[in-house]
């Protein structure tokens, strides 16, 4: 069945200018999970949502990023006034349910590789 | 708070070689315990996992054991294959998030 999908696979854009990266979880999946993986380190934790609603955002580094799950499928990722240290590979997971320990099994797409110049 | 400590890589060795990759946690709590593997040009797989302490998990070969007393998930696997040479991470689960370590390079050679 299909995996987890994110687009653009790549984006470069300028600094100061405004991206959006788009995730498709797995359908049925309720829980929607990005990271943000800089060269040579761990995936580190930005938002889960569960349906809708963004249940925990403490990953945010601050608020020029802000992301949407309007039905509970489909989620946007949106960074206004993009800056240099943005740059990084922004992954997505879904998760059949979440929070549920030992049930929490993520699945990971491809990434989407975000270079501001 | 939550942390991820793994050796530092790259880590290699030669075929069928013994692997151990070490990985030790901070967390409050009893949390969930993973290992998710990267391999080149494809994205985060899970490759096991434990849910409570002295749980084993194994999955190809692979195996770690959930040690409370050490705070500890090391990765082993008795007999490494070309094919295993990836990036590998540990991770721990924080309320319903995951906090990775920051991965080991394997890069095994024939």
């Known amino acids: 069945g299909a995996g987890v999908s994110q687009t653009p696979s790549n984006k470069v854009t300028e600094k100061g200018k405004y991206v959006e990266l788009r995730c498709d979880p797995i359908s049925g999946h309720t829980a929607l999970y990005w990271y943000r993986q800089s060269l040579g380190q761990g995936p580190e934790f930005l938002i889960y949502?569960?349906?809708?609603?963004?249940?925990?955002d403490s990953g945010l580094p601050n608020d020029r990023f802000f992301a949407v799950r309007p039905e509970g499928s489909v989620s946007t990722l949106k960074i206004q006034r993009t800056e240099r240290g943005d740059s990084a590979v922004y992954l997505c997971?879904?998760?059949?349910?979440?929070?549920?320990?030992?049930?929490?099994?993520?699945?990971f797409g491809p990434g989407t590789r975000l270079t501001v110049l | 708070g939550n942390s991820v400590t793994q050796m530092e890589g790259p880590v290699t060795l030669s075929e069928e070689a013994f692997l151990t990759i070490n990985c030790t946690y901070t967390?409050?709590?009893?949390?969930?315990l993973f290992w998710y593997v990267q391999y080149p040009g494809e994205g985060l797989q899970l490759l096991l996992k434990a849910t409570k302490a002295d749980d084993k998990g194994s999955n190809k070969g692979f195996e770690a054991t959930y040690r409370k007393e050490t705070t500890s998930f090391h990765l082993e696997k008795g007999s490494v294959q070309v094919s295993d040479s990836a990036v590998y991470f540990c991770a721990l689960d924080r309320r319903r998030a995951l906090t990775f370590g920051s991965g080991t390079r394997l890069q095994v050679q024939p």
């Open positions: 949502f569960q349906g809708t609603g963004a249940a925990d």
């Open positions: 997971a879904s998760s059949s349910q979440g929070g549920t320990r030992g049930d929490n099994e993520q699945f």
């Open positions: 967390a409050t709590g009893y949390p969930s």
